[in-house]
C-alpha cells in the first residue's frame, strides 16, 4: 500500500479515498478483513475494499525472456513465446507470483519456466496507483477531495506543531495555546480540521489570526507557502 501510494507521489500524511486489495486465498482475505482498521490507518485511506479478481486493478501482460529462452529453447522458442500471449495473462501472473513457476504444453512436451525466464509488465486501470509483492496486489485511488486535501494540511500541521513541542522542551502531557499566522485557503482548511489539530497537538486553543504569538515560535512552508507557528505553554 505505501509503494502504491509512493508510486503516485503522494505523503503518507496525506489521506486518500480508499485502497483495493487483491490476495491469493480466501483465508488471506478474511485474515486481512479482520486487520481492516489498523490497515486504513497505516496506509492512511479512508476505506479498504477487498476484490476477488486481480484484473479488477491492473492487467497483466506476459512476455518471455528472450536472453534465457532463445537459446534454451532454439527453434520451439516462437511457439513458446505464442503459447505465453494466449493463456489468461492474470491468471498465469497470479500462479507465477505464487508458484515461482509456470507450466506451458507446446507440441506436446510440458514446458516448466521459472520466474526469471517470464517478464510480467503490469499496467494500472484509470485512476489508480498500484504495487503488487508476493501475491499481493495493492491499489490506492488518486482522486482527491478538497476535503481529503484539507486534512492533509492539517496533517502537516500537526506535524510541525509536534516537533516544535519537542524543540521546545514540553512535556508529552503539557496543554498548549496554539496560534498560526496563515493564508486564507489554509486558514479554512484549518478551521475545518480545528478538533483534530487540537487533540492531536494537546491544544487548549487555537487562532488563525496574524500575528502568531507566543513563547516558542518558528516559520514553517505547509504546501509551499510560508506559515508562522506560536505557542504558548498553558
Same mark, same amino acid.
Request: a negative charge; hydrophobic letters at 40%.
Given at each position: 500500500?505505501?509503494?502504491?501510494?509512493?508510486?503516485?507521489?503522494?505523503?503518507?500524511?496525506?489521506?486518500?479515498?480508499?485502497?483495493?486489495?487483491?490476495?491469493?486465498?480466501?483465508?488471506?482475505?478474511?485474515?486481512?478483513?479482520?486487520?481492516?482498521?489498523?490497515?486504513?490507518?497505516?496506509?492512511?485511506?479512508?476505506?479498504?475494499?477487498?476484490?476477488?479478481?486481480?484484473?479488477?486493478?491492473?492487467?497483466?501482460? $506476459?512476455?518471455?525472456?528472450? +536472453? *534465457?529462452?532463445?537459446?534454451?529453447?532454439?527453434? #520451439?522458442?516462437?511457439? /513458446?513465446?505464442?503459447? &505465453? =500471449?494466449?493463456?489468461?495473462?492474470?491468471?498465469?501472473?497470479?500462479?507465477?507470483?505464487?508458484?515461482?513457476?509456470?507450466?506451458?504444453?507446446?507440441?506436446?512436451?510440458?514446458?516448466?519456466?521459472?520466474?526469471?525466464?517470464?517478464?510480467?509488465?503490469?499496467?494500472?486501470?484509470?485512476?489508480?496507483?498500484?504495487?503488487?509483492?508476493?501475491?499481493?496486489?495493492?491499489?490506492?485511488?488518486?482522486?482527491?477531495?478538497?476535503?481529503?486535501?484539507?486534512?492533509?494540511?492539517?496533517?502537516?500541521?500537526?506535524?510541525?506543531?509536534?516537533? $516544535?513541542?519537542?524543540?521546545? +522542551? *514540553?512535556?508529552?502531557?503539557?496543554?498548549?495555546? #496554539?496560534?498560526?499566522? /496563515?493564508?486564507?485557503? &489554509? =486558514?479554512?482548511?484549518?478551521?475545518?480540521?480545528?478538533?483534530?489539530?487540537?487533540?492531536?497537538?494537546?491544544?487548549?486553543?487555537?487562532?488563525?489570526?496574524?500575528?502568531?504569538?507566543?513563547?516558542?515560535?518558528?516559520?514553517?512552508?505547509?504546501?509551499?507557502?510560508?506559515?508562522?507557528?506560536?505557542?504558548?505553554?498553558?
Amino acid at each position: 500500500g505505501r509503494s502504491a501510494r509512493s508510486a503516485a507521489d503522494f505523503k503518507l500524511r496525506q489521506p486518500l479515498a480508499k485502497a483495493r486489495v487483491n490476495v491469493g486465498t480466501q483465508r488471506e482475505q478474511r485474515d486481512l478483513l479482520e486487520l481492516v482498521d489498523v490497515l486504513t490507518d497505516e496506509i492512511n485511506v479512508k476505506e479498504i475494499e477487498v476484490v476477488s479478481e486481480v484484473g479488477e486493478l491492473v492487467s497483466y501482460r $506476459l512476455l518471455p525472456n528472450n +536472453r *534465457l529462452l532463445g537459446p534454451k529453447f532454439g527453434p #520451439l522458442f516462437p511457439k /513458446v513465446r505464442a503459447k &505465453l =500471449s494466449e493463456l489468461n495473462q492474470a491468471e498465469a501472473a497470479t500462479k507465477l507470483h505464487a508458484d515461482g513457476t509456470l507450466e506451458l504444453e507446446v507440441d506436446g512436451q510440458q514446458i516448466i519456466l521459472n520466474s526469471d525466464e517470464v517478464l510480467v509488465q503490469t499496467e494500472s486501470r484509470g485512476g489508480l496507483a498500484v504495487a503488487s509483492d508476493k501475491g499481493i496486489t495493492v491499489a490506492v485511488d488518486t482522486e482527491l477531495t478538497p476535503e481529503l486535501v484539507q486534512e492533509g494540511l492539517a496533517r502537516d500541521l500537526v506535524r510541525h506543531v509536534n516537533t $516544535l513541542r519537542k524543540d521546545s +522542551r *514540553l512535556a508529552l502531557d503539557d496543554r498548549i495555546y #496554539l496560534s498560526c499566522e /496563515v493564508d486564507q485557503e &489554509l =486558514s479554512a482548511a484549518f478551521t475545518n480540521f480545528a478538533d483534530y489539530i487540537k487533540q492531536e497537538t494537546l491544544a487548549l486553543g487555537l487562532s488563525l489570526d496574524s500575528p502568531a504569538i507566543g513563547d516558542y515560535k518558528r516559520s514553517i512552508v505547509i504546501d509551499d507557502r510560508q506559515v508562522t507557528l506560536a505557542l504558548i505553554k498553558a
